[in-house]
């Protein structure tokens, strides 16, 4: 391998069978309009069998840079956890059996904590459903729900109809809902830990805005133009005006996010270190993740945890003797690290990395280049003294600024890519 290559991942940016509504297309994108004219180029199928997930359903970053580094189809946990459902063979998981086993004897609240939706990109509803069913039929008698409303990979204000149904699954399951917070807060991954603390007072403290009526609470907010991703978080009360359930020492916590990235800093606050700063402390609970979400986390109780790919891209370079950087700002840091490299953490022989961190602006049409120019400014000098052999190298403006819905600015952070590429 004498000639170096740069794999340019520019996240979010695809064919638009509707040129009308697509910032790519509208955008002034002159040098990668002339890639298409001069080279060969093909289109790739980035969704459900043609990337391991179930058919129709739509890809996202973590199943392509997994996909794109092992240069093979990964069957996703997605497929999986969808077949134990189905089959109803989640009781059966050793992992749960475990946990339940411990909170009937020992008489704890068994708390639920994800993402509520059928986006199927974190997690789907029916994952949800199935884990109460699982416990009811176990005899749980405690069980609660901290549910992330989304907004962001389904319709915005499409939370309200997945908490109707949530509930009408609890009624049957002899659960409660006990809390609501909107992703923005609880899935945080850019180590804004003050809206994790947001999310871990409600759970934990009982600290929120109170209510009685849950589904009145978010009516009110679509009201105030507050939609599901940004939902503050609300905490159910009994006629006491008491919350139903805070996360207290000895209780059983199962985090049924299946995608790992966005699971992390919620359970690095609940389960592995004090922040003293945010007045955050790691609790002493049973805690479960329905798959891995870090290697280096101590004491999780993993149900679907899995060996990592072999002979990645990544691998094969380090096996014969070729340097390599992977290259991002922080939204994106784990695809081209731990995804790429088929879930591993830790770097491969010869491999460097390169973090820049994305700004600090509360949504990203704020900002549109993000940190696209200094992604290019750190790169450029390790390109130049000629020692690498391989770059795998991240651009997140289409895909964080796309998924702001604003079109304006995601023109510009298309053209912000262009310049630097």
């Known amino acids: 391998m004498n000639k170096k290559v740069i794999l340019m991942i520019l996240d979010g940016w695809g064919h638009s069978p509707n040129p009308e509504v697509s910032a790519i297309d509208n955008a002034e994108t002159p040098f990668i309009d002339s890639l298409y004219e001069k080279y060969p180029n093909a289109e790739l199928r980035t969704d459900g069998l043609h990337v391991g997930l179930p058919e129709g359903q739509m890809g996202n970053s973590e199943v392509g840079h997994m996909n794109l580094g092992a240069g093979r189809i990964v069957y996703q946990d997605l497929a999986k956890i969808n077949l134990a459902v189905k089959q109803n063979t989640l009781a059966e998981e050793s992992v749960l059996v475990d946990a339940f086993h411990y909170a009937k004897e020992n008489n704890k609240d068994v708390h639920f904590l994800g993402l ?11 994952h949800l459903k199935g884990l109460l069913s699982a416990a009811n039929d176990f005899g749980i008698k405690n069980t609660f ?3 992330f409303t989304d907004g962001r990979d389904v319709d915005p204000k499409s939370g309200y109809g997945f908490v109707i149904s949530l509930k009408e699954h609890l009624a049957k399951t002899n659960g409660k809902l006990a809390t609501v917070t909107g992703r923005y807060y609880a899935m945080d991954r850019d180590q804004r830990w003050e809206r994790i603390k947001l999310a871990y ?3 934990v403290n009982g600290i929120g805005t109170h209510t009685k009526h849950i589904e009145k609470s978010i009516e009110e907010s679509y009201e105030e133009d507050v939609t599901d991703e940004f939902l503050k978080p609300m905490v159910i009360v009994d006629k006491d005006d008491k919350p139903l359930t805070q996360i207290k020492d000895g209780d059983v916590v199962i985090f049924f996010n299946f995608r790992t990235d966005r699971g992390r800093q919620l359970t690095d606050a609940l389960t592995q270190r004090d922040f003293h700063e945010q007045n955050m402390h790691k609790q002493d609970l049973y805690y479960v993740t329905l798959t891995n979400y870090d290697e280096s986390f101590s004491g999780i109780n993993v149900v679907f945890n899995k060996d990592n790919l072999v002979d990645t891209l990544g691998e094969v370079l380090a096996k014969n003797g070729k340097k390599q950087i992977r290259i991002a700002e922080t939204e994106k840091y784990p695809h081209v690290t731990f995804f790429f490299s ?3 953490e830790t770097p491969f022989a010869g491999e460097t990395r390169i973090l820049r961190n994305s700004p600090k602006v509360a949504t990203y049409d704020l900002k549109p280049e993000m940190s696209a120019y200094e992604l290019r400014d750190a790169l450029i000098p390790e390109l130049e003294k000629g020692e690498t052999n391989f770059v795998c ?3 997140a403006n289409g895909d964080m600024v796309g998924h702001t819905g604003v079109m304006e600015a995601a023109i510009k952070a298309c053209e912000a ?3 630097c590429v």
Not at 116 to 126: F, Q, R, T
Request: without cysteine.
């Open 116 to 126: 509520l939706s059928d986006g199927g990109v974190h997690s789907h509803i029916d």
């Open 145 to 147: 729900v901290h549910a």
């Open 201 to 203: 007072d409600a759970m």
């Open 342 to 344: 088929g879930g591993q």
């Open 393 to 395: 190298l991240n651009f």
């Open 417 to 419: 890519v262009d310049q």
